[in-house]
């Protein structure tokens, strides 16, 4: 469903699985999440450059608001169209 947002605790995982050498897809199959968003919260992750013991360790609203921090910056994303005129404005 397009525009369902997900928990902190789903990009957690997402970010775990990844750093275990997990692809986006089987990602996506695990966690029955669409495969696009898994590829999305990991591009936005390498924004964070944030050790992985540091989000892991990261109370989920920390968490939430580093990533909604890159969306108000106009890194490019996909969830809303409001945040998607970043990307084609470029």
Same mark, same amino acid.
């Given at each position: 469903?397009? &525009?369902? %947002?997900?928990? =902190? $605790?789903?990009?957690?995982? *997402?970010?775990?699985?990844? +750093?275990? &050498? *997990?692809?986006?897809?089987? *990602? ?10 898994? &590829?999305? @919260?990991? #591009?936005?992750?390498? &924004?964070?450059? %944030? /050790?992985?013991? /540091?989000?892991? #360790? =990261? !109370?989920?609203?920390? %968490? +939430? #608001? ?9 890194? !490019?994303?996909?969830? $809303?169209? +409001?945040? @998607?005129? @970043?990307? *084609?404005? +470029?």
């Amino acid at each position: 469903m397009a &525009g369902k %947002l997900i928990t =902190m $605790s789903k990009v957690k995982q *997402i970010l775990q699985l990844n +750093e275990q &050498g *997990i692809s986006q897809r089987e *990602i996506s199959r695990c966690l029955q999440i669409d495969r696009k968003t898994v &590829g999305h @919260y990991l #591009s936005k992750n390498k &924004g964070l450059n %944030l /050790a992985k013991e /540091a989000l892991q #360790s =990261m !109370p989920d609203e920390e %968490l +939430e #608001s580093l990533f909604k921090s890159l969306f108000k910056a106009g890194v !490019p994303c996909f969830e $809303s169209n +409001e945040e @998607y005129k @970043y990307f *084609i404005m +470029e």
